[in-house]
């Protein structure tokens, strides 16, 4: 079975400061992994995801998350936070050892930058 | 491409009302999901569709919920009755393609509240 973990509900980081949104999954076999963020009233927007190759992936907005296999994890990250990332993530895992389609995401991070 | 549409944005209903929401995925797209959001269970998905056929309705709550998809560009997600713990935003979300690495394009959600 497939399941997304976010430990934190509620992320806060001052302006400019790094931040980090936690993830870890579970899959029987290899997984696809995504970020989406949400902002208030809107539909869930793609931000990055990690296929294979390289464990770091950069996306969007100077987002970037790191694949580690052994920790069964897909941080997200930013060096310098800004006001405007505060919003809503969410992480989300396929495994393509079933050929499942759906997606499985976690319950969400709600990130608030403190300006 | 105009995105995912999604109708009605917003509805307020009372317990026992028919409710149909309508999602419109975009053009090409082969593969339409639908997932409900609420505070409690984070992001649940309901159903979807391949080629406008139902491939897997597990997530569908119970009987009061049904969805169709009767040509390429158009599904609705239909709850009768509604019950006021139907209250949430429903998402339609659609790609294009085989699964794994595909990313999906979500509408901007409909918010039912049932009284």
């Known amino acids: 079975a497939q399941s997304v973990a976010q430990p934190e509900d509620q992320v806060n980081v001052a302006e400019g400061n790094p931040l980090t949104v936690k993830c870890t999954y579970s899959?029987?076999?290899?997984?696809?992994l995504f970020w989406y963020v949400q902002y208030p009233n809107r539909g869930l927007q793609f931000l990055l995801k990690y296929i294979t190759g390289d464990n770091l992936v950069k996306g969007s907005y100077g987002f970037e998350a790191e694949f580690n296999k052994s920790q069964t994890s897909f941080h997200l990250k930013k060096p310098s936070a800004l006001v405007s990332d505060s919003a809503l993530y969410f992480c989300a895992v396929r495994d393509r050892g079933t050929g499942a389609n759906n997606l499985f995401f976690g319950t969400g991070t709600r990130l608030t930058v403190i300006p | 491409d105009a995105g995912v549409i999604q109708s009605p944005r917003h509805e307020v209903t009372e317990m026992g009302q028919e409710v149909t929401l309508r999602c419109k995925p975009i053009?090409?797209?082969?593969?339409l999901f639908w997932y409900r959001q609420t505070m409690m269970r984070g992001l649940e998905l309901l159903i979807y569709?391949?080629?406008?056929?139902?491939?897997?309705d597990s997530g569908m709550p119970e009987d009061r919920f049904s969805a169709k998809m009767p040509n390429a560009s158009f599904s609705t997600l239909k709850i009768q009755p509604s019950e006021p713990r139907d209250s949430a935003v429903y998402f339609c979300?659609?790609?294009?393609?085989?699964?794994?690495?595909?990313?999906?394009?979500f509408g901007a959600g409909s918010r039912l509240t049932v009284l």
């Open positions: 569709f391949n080629n406008n056929v139902p491939i897997d």
């Open positions: 979300a659609s790609f294009q393609g085989d699964p794994g690495a595909n990313v999906l394009t």
């Open positions: 899959v029987s076999g290899n997984p696809y």
């Open positions: 053009s090409g797209h082969d593969y």
